[in-house]
């Protein structure tokens, strides 16, 4: 029998089959080959009565993240906010870097609308190609819209402190409302540390992950590979990657660079390219590190 797993608490793995959620362990063999179930996976089940029953095999995955610990997410669903807390580009598109990477489709959700319209954040990701939308959680602006894009598919909701993730969620099912509570309290927010993630069926048919702040987001063992695709994880670059003068091109300064071209003619967003920089050199010294390492 398959299913998904909907919760990992405790050494235990809450998997619904369509049927029942059954209480399962995981088989010995994980351990010895260094693989975790996760939040998310499509897993073989073996029952065993009860409500119980044995992980026996977890079936491939479209992706995976470190913290929070889950796996076969369709979209990042990024809270931002104009208003306090105001949220800086920066973490939006380092976050959406990790995504591209991972597989993963993202929606900028600026929430606090009610407050402020957020005009500056609007205007750099729905010019750079991201499905952007203001919503409030206090008025319910946007809410409608915000269940049709997240129908059907497993989202994972992040945002810095304070944006209001648990408000969405509660305004968008309040069935939700005392889950958002557990959720929030097992999380640990503010403490940065994951200790329980659950995957939520709301009643628009959507599943949804609500995640830490973008503090948690895990990137240590992506560094690597996210430096040597780095480029390609800002997709409004992508028409101009190979129109560049030089092979090997890093878009950060040299003469010839389409990227740059783009970004002096308007067609990149300032602010992203910024972060592009930024990011840039973030990476560089720990691969100039592993590589000395070698």
């Keep these: 029998m398959t299913g998904r797993i909907q ?33 998310g996976d499509q897993a073989e089940v073996r029952l065993l009565g009860n409500g119980e029953g044995f992980v026996e095999r977890i079936l491939p995955r479209r992706n995976a993240f470190t913290r929070p610990a889950v796996a076969n997410i369709d979209q990042l ?27 993963c489709q993202v929606l900028v959700l600026l929430n606090k609308c009610d407050l402020d319209r957020a005009e500056g954040l609007y205007e750099i990701y729905q010019a750079s190609g991201f499905p952007t939308l203001r919503v409030s ?36 099912d309040p069935a939700f409302q005392l889950q958002v509570g557990e959720v929030s309290a097992a999380l640990g927010r503010g403490r940065h540390t994951t200790r329980h ?36 994880t800002f997709v409004e670059f992508t028409p101009y990657l190979e129109r560049c003068r030089f092979v090997g091109c890093s878009h950060t300064k040299e003469k010839g660079c389409a990227v740059l071209e783009a970004l002096k003619e308007g067609r990149i967003q300032k602010s992203r390219h910024a972060s592009y920089l930024r990011l840039y050199e973030e990476l560089k010294p720990l691969q100039d590190w592993q590589e000395k390492k070698k």
């Design 77 to 103: 669903v990024i809270i931002a906010s104009g208003a306090i807390p105001k949220t800086d580009p920066f973490l939006i598109d380092r976050v959406a870097a990790i995504a591209a990477l991972k597989g």
């Design 197 to 232: 993630v659950e995957l939520h069926r709301l009643s628009c048919g959507a599943e949804v992950v609500d995640s830490p702040g973008f503090s948690s987001f895990e990137t240590t063992e992506l560094n690597l590979e996210l430096k040597s695709r780095l480029p390609e």
């Design 7 to 39: 919760k990992a608490l405790s050494g235990f793995y809450y998997v619904d089959t369509g049927e029942e959620v059954l209480t399962c362990r995981a088989r010995g063999k994980f351990r010895k080959e260094g693989i975790s179930p996760l939040v």
């Design 137 to 172: 959680a206090e008025t319910g602006e946007g809410l409608e819209a915000l269940k049709e894009l997240i129908a059907g598919k497993l989202s994972a909701f992040t945002g810095n402190s304070g944006v209001g993730k648990s408000s969405i969620l509660n305004a968008l």
